[in-house]
């Protein structure tokens, strides 16, 4: 492309596409920063709408209107098959996001937290208990430390 | 949630709309916005919110568990159903072309199949997936909100 | 013209307002209640934003799963874990400085894109408008996403369908309820 001139009409032509990139990034810091797994969740879902919000935005035609058949062969229609992509792809986010749900609730009743932090923690307690109960020649000692993982 | 009764009065009223408006929404999915996928959430939202507010035992006596998982595979089964039909009498796999007279008449009712298929699978998976939240003994009292 | 423009900007930079706040609001509170509903909230003004980019299929599933479902479904996780998000001890800058090196990269790169709104789009010039033109007489509905979706590409959605059943078996096999209802249940007796 030729080099890119930053006059008015340049700026409101892509506004929205920063808008949702800043949206984007908002989801990715949350996912990133914070250590509360449900939280986690929420920024993934956040980084998936934004995504949703960029696709179709670029289906959009200025003066279209939307593809439902109208029987007047001068009307304009916004692109179709951006719909069609994110119509499945919300259906299949909230498929996954119930999975991810379903495992932190899995994570929070085997190891007692859904901190981060504390599940790191509790990590390594259990590979240090796992590491003591090979070096040590006592039987059963492993596996009594295996029985109970989430001691805090 | 037994001493809330605006919610249980109004959740009563609200519950046959939500499955009506569910019910349109699914079979008008080819003429305006709509389909199996809305369709199927609007459905299964009726029951979550059933769920919510008389609990979830109350729930499944009305849509016990077996049924959930049967409705679950039956639509996917539907769908893929639909397409082998078209390629046992010949045509090739999802081919509408076999259903009915040919023609528009042939994927209208072919969309119609899918669409219920689809919103079949969508409401049984989302009313089964909030069973499987709820029927765990939760920590927290009303008050802890 | 002029005045036509102008309004649909108007809701289109109020609707953009609305999300940036409930994003940045979900970044900082810590009450997870708040949090479900305020993504709750986002959901709802995106699907707001959807209605005014044509995209009304898109919008009405995204009320209905965004808005509704998965505030649901982040509630009952709730129940079942903790409702406050505890503060880590961990210093932001590195997350910030990830976030802002992408969002630049980003940003960068929508240089290139065509404006917003244009017909003349690449994106407008391939496959859409022979799907525009087509539809009436194949498929002979009047909502072309429907036909695309359940039609032109109905076996991209049997595999939808398919990945949505995985996860419910997923869900249930990883919370086990409906075995372990019945187990209660002869307990009791």
Same mark, same amino acid.
């Given at each position: ?11 409101i ?22 250590g509360n797994?449900?939280?986690?969740v ?7 709408t934004s ?5 179709i935005?670029?289906?959009?035609i ?10 007047d ?5 916004s ?7 994110i119509?499945?792809a919300?259906?299949v ?6 999975l991810a749900?379903?495992l ?8 007692g ?5 504390e599940l790191?923690e509790i ?13 040590s020649?006592?039987?059963g000692?492993g596996d ?7 001691g805090? | 949630?037994?001493h809330?009764?605006?919610l249980?009065v109004?959740?009563k009223?609200?519950i ?8 349109y ?9 709509g389909g199996?996928?809305?369709?199927g ?6 029951f979550?919110?059933?769920?919510l ?5 109350a729930?499944t006596?009305?849509l ?35 259903i009915?007279h040919?023609?528009?008449?042939a ?5 119609l ?14 009313i ?8 765990r ?5 009303d008050e802890?909100? | 013209?002029?005045?036509?423009i102008?309004?649909?900007a ?6 953009f ?6 994003a940045i609001a ?24 959807? @209605?005014?980019?044509d ?21 009952g ?21 990830v ?7 980003l ?8 404006a ?26 009047p909502?072309?996403?429907?036909g695309?979706?359940?039609s032109?590409r ?16 997923? @869900?249930i096999l990883?919370?086990g309820?409906?075995s372990?209802?019945k187990q209660?249940r002869?307990?009791?007796?």
């Open positions: 492309m030729q080099e890119v001139v930053l006059d008015l009409e340049f700026i032509g892509h506004y929205n596409y920063w808008l949702f990139v800043i949206l984007m990034m908002t989801g990715l810091y949350i996912t990133v920063s914070r797994l449900i939280k986690k929420v920024g993934l879902n956040l980084f998936q995504v949703f919000m960029l696709y935005s670029m289906g959009k200025e003066g279209g209107t939307a593809p439902i058949l109208t029987g062969p001068n009307t304009v229609y692109n179709p098959l951006p719909h069609v992509l119509l499945t919300i259906v986010g909230i498929a996954t996001t119930a749900l379903a932190v609730v899995r994570i929070g009743e085997e190891f937290s859904i901190e981060e932090d790191i990590e390594h307690e259990l590979d240090f208990a796992e590491e003591s109960a090979e070096a020649p006592v039987p000692q009594a430390n295996k029985g109970e993982p989430g805090k | 949630m037994d809330h009764s605006i249980r109004v959740s009223l609200l046959p709309p939500i499955i009506v408006y569910a019910l929404v699914q079979w008008h999915g080819d003429f305006g916005p199996g996928f809305q369709a959430v609007i459905f299964a939202v009726a979550i919110l059933y769920g507010v008389f609990g979830v035992e729930m006596e009305v016990p568990t077996s049924v959930i998982r049967v409705a679950m595979s039956l639509g996917v089964l539907i769908y893929a159903g639909t397409g082998f039909y078209a390629l046992l009498v010949g045509h090739n796999f999802l081919d509408y072309e076999s009915g040919g023609g528009h008449h994927q209208e009712w072919g969309i199949l899918v669409e219920l298929g689809v919103g079949i699978t969508v409401a049984s998976v989302m089964g997936i909030f069973v499987a939240f709820a029927s003994t939760p920590k927290l009292k802890d909100w | 013209m002029m005045t036509g102008s309004l649909a108007i809701v289109n930079v109020l609707l307002t609305f999300l940036v706040m409930t979900i970044v900082r509170v810590r009450h997870l209640f708040a949090v479900a509903m305020l993504s709750g909230v986002f959901s709802l003004l995106s699907a707001g934003l959807f @209605v005014a980019l995209a009304v299929d898109v919008a009405f599933t995204e009320a209905a799963v965004g808005a509704g479902i998965s505030t649901v479904l982040m509630l996780t709730m129940a079942l874990t903790v409702t406050r998000e505890k503060t880590t001890k961990r210093s932001p800058v590195l997350p910030v400085f976030c802002v090196v992408t969002g630049a990269a940003v960068y790169s929508t240089l290139d894109m065509p917003f709104g244009t017909a003349q789009a690449p994106i407008h010039e391939h496959v859409a408008p022979d799907y525009i033109a087509r539809t009436p007489d194949d498929i002979g509905v909502n072309i996403v429907t695309i979706l359940a032109y109905g076996y991209d959605t049997l595999g939808e369908t398919t990945v949505i059943f995985t996860a419910a078996v997923a @869900v990883l919370l309820s409906f372990r209802k209660k002869t307990d009791k007796e």
